[in-house]
């Protein structure tokens, strides 16, 4: 499918954008076989625990039905040391939500993951990732590399990241850059956002057609990417609008970096991560009685403003 229609980030779109999608069994590209669970819950630091969806996978053929799909009344239950944070179902929906006082998720930190349906157990765990802080948002020359402009981050406030002069861009000019502590992760994921929904398209490509341009999405997502000395580059090829935009910096646990980069409709290989002669028919799950993804992630974000070119 290419970076522009990852399912992720979607995470990922709307992951990187709420960190609560509904992703579908199929984009989970759960095995053929009939009534196989499946789970969708991404823990992000220093946010609530998350809703989580459970679903069941359909035989080939078979019509997809909100009906058939939706799981009820699974025992469901995230465990942190001593502490238990059972889930309830959602009437008629597949979503689980915590219940009682709903705590943040914890810097590195063992997270554990049982849903129990009829016959049928799912186990996950996933270790969070440390918090992280964008120290620096800078422009820099594409040929020498040297800073152009430092930029304001949102710890001057949302105001001064999009309004201020340092801030606003022409579009590609120069590369953006997001500077940050390290962490010792696998990878990162970039999530881009247009706040701007009435903004006008600034990508003007000769070979793309009204069709193509129909296509553009407002949100986008980068296949992981490594940042071992604290530096990531912004990719001006995800954005195609003028006006505000987000980018969200995640920085993955072992779960969510190895599904991303094992699913053969998210990539094509070439990425970090990737080796030659990858061909992954299944993706890593990490899950114990099941498929799907219980992972997490640290974020923090940077803003500007996308002017037209020149």
């Not at 359909?58 to 909100?66: A, D, F, N, V």
Request: charged share 25%.
């Amino acid at each position: 499918m290419g970076l522009m229609k990852k399912t992720m980030v979607v995470l990922i779109c709307a992951v990187l954008a709420s960190c609560a999608a509904e992703r579908e069994p199929g984009e989970l590209l759960g095995p053929s076989e009939e009534g196989v669970l499946v789970v969708d819950a991404l823990l992000i630091v220093d946010r609530p625990m998350p809703d989580l969806f459970v679903r069941k996978t359909i035989g080939p053929g078979k019509r997809w039905t909100t009906e058939f799909l939706q799981v009820a009344g699974a025992s469901v239950e995230i465990r942190q040391g001593d502490l238990v944070f059972p889930y309830q179902n959602v009437p008629e929906t597949a979503r689980y939500v915590a219940t009682g006082t709903v705590p943040l998720v914890q810097p590195n930190t063992t997270y554990d993951l049982t849903v129990a349906f009829e016959d049928q157990v799912i186990r996950g765990q996933t270790v969070t990732p440390s918090r992280y802080r964008i120290e620096r948002a800078v422009l820099v020359n594409e040929k020498t590399l040297e800073v152009k402009r430092e930029m304001k981050t949102f710890a001057a406030g949302e105001e001064a990241v999009f309004n201020s002069p340092e801030n606003q861009v022409n579009y590609l000019d120069g590369l953006l850059e997001a500077r940050f502590p390290p962490l010792d992760v696998p990878a990162y994921q970039v999530g881009i956002e247009s706040l701007d929904l009435d903004s006008e398209r600034v990508l003007d490509a000769d070979f793309l057609d009204e069709e193509d341009y129909a296509d553009l999405e407002r949100q986008e997502s980068s296949p992981p990417l490594e940042a071992k000395d604290g530096i990531l580059r912004l990719p001006w090829f995800a954005i195609y609008y003028g006006g505000r935009h987000m980018i969200r910096i995640y920085a993955l646990d072992k779960n969510w970096f190895d599904f991303i980069r094992s699913s053969p409709l998210e990539n094509e290989g070439g990425f970090i991560g990737s080796l030659a002669g990858d061909n992954f028919e299944r993706p890593i799950f990490n899950l114990e009685g099941g498929i799907g993804l219980f992972g997490s992630a640290s974020v923090d974000s940077v803003g500007f403003f996308v002017l037209p070119r020149n």
